[in-house]
Nanobody
Framework: QVQLVESGGGSVQVGGSLRLSCAVY????????LGWVRQVPGKVREAVAS????????YYGDSAKGRFTISHDNAKNTVDLQLHNLKTEDTAMYHC?????????????????WGQGTQVNVSA
């Protein structure tokens, strides 16, 4: 139905930047809401950002506000997450996710479709 493939993770130093990208394949009518969720082993998953693909409305978690930007390219059907001013606590596996929902996405943890993730490592 829907496949999500992330790319762009890597290792950077504190203060650096990365751009994560997620290609969305399949039934786009099932991906009204796209987002990024990050996971650190042994810790609870954290919702980073989400976007309504029709209106372009964006939502950010507190840790992402002012540093991260989520965007959607309708033509390419990709959702990107630009990371700036990275901190060591941003080290995590970042997963792209999608869900069909009527109305605003809001910042969310629950999605129907998930990518495998891309690792971000931030060192001091």
């Amino acid at each position: 139905q829907v496949q999500l493939v992330e790319s762009g993770g890597g290792s950077v130093q504190v203060g650096g930047s990365l751009r994560l990208s997620c290609a969305v394949y399949g039934h786009t009518n099932l991906t009204h809401c796209l987002g990024w969720v990050r996971q650190v082993p042994g810790k609870v998953r954290e919702a980073v950002a989400s976007i309504n693909t029709d209106a372009g409305t964006t939502y950010y978690g507190d840790s992402a506000k002012g540093r991260f930007t989520i965007s959607h390219d309708n033509a390419k059907n990709t959702v990107d997450l630009q990371l700036h001013n990275l901190k060591t606590e941003d080290t995590a596996m970042y997963h792209c996710a999608a869900v069909r929902i009527n109305g605003p996405c809001y910042l969310r943890m629950f999605y129907d479709y998930w990518g495998q993730g891309t690792q971000v490592n931030v060192s001091a």
